[in-house]
């Protein structure tokens, strides 16, 4: 009944079907590349948060160099500065092992018969291009 409009509608699945499969090809394309910044995003979560935790172990280890629990008072800083750094800590607790922490204390002021301290402790962790250093302070003083 009407030949002529049958025969110009010949091929258009064709560009339809080609069209869909290029835009499903480009958005495959921006999914692989969205999930593969964020798997590299949350490597360097993880470092990063390793770093802030070898740098708090780092801090933790100097307090109890300084405020032993016999009960003495450390009145110079050298002792806690000479047994964590030579050269640095090495971790080796799990998930901390590739991490090295930089300990450094300051004091003490004296003041009204408190010792007042000041520690730095730095923790690196990751190797190559992906590594992560977090500094924390610390304050402390004697009861």
Do not use: D, W
């Not at 740098?55 to 000479?82: D, I, K, R």
């Not at 991490?99 to 690196?124: H, K, M, W």
């Amino acid at each position: 009944m009407f030949p002529k409009c049958k025969n110009l509608q010949q091929g258009i699945s064709l560009l339809m079907m080609i069209f869909f499969v290029v835009l499903i090809a480009l958005i495959s394309a921006a999914l692989v590349k969205l999930i593969s910044t964020a798997s590299v995003s949350v490597g360097n979560e993880v470092i990063s948060s390793r770093s802030f935790f070898a740098a708090e172990s780092g801090a933790q280890n100097a307090m109890a160099l300084l405020f032993p629990l016999n009960g003495t008072v450390v009145t110079t800083c050298s002792t806690v500065n000479t047994a964590l750094n030579s050269p640095s800590i090495n971790l080796t607790a799990n998930g901390l092992g590739s991490c090295v922490v930089s300990v450094f204390c300051t004091g003490p002021a004296v003041i009204n018969g408190r010792y007042y301290y000041e520690l730095q402790s730095s923790g690196q962790c990751g190797s190559g291009e992906s590594i992560a250093v977090r500094t924390i302070r610390v304050s402390a003083r004697t009861l």
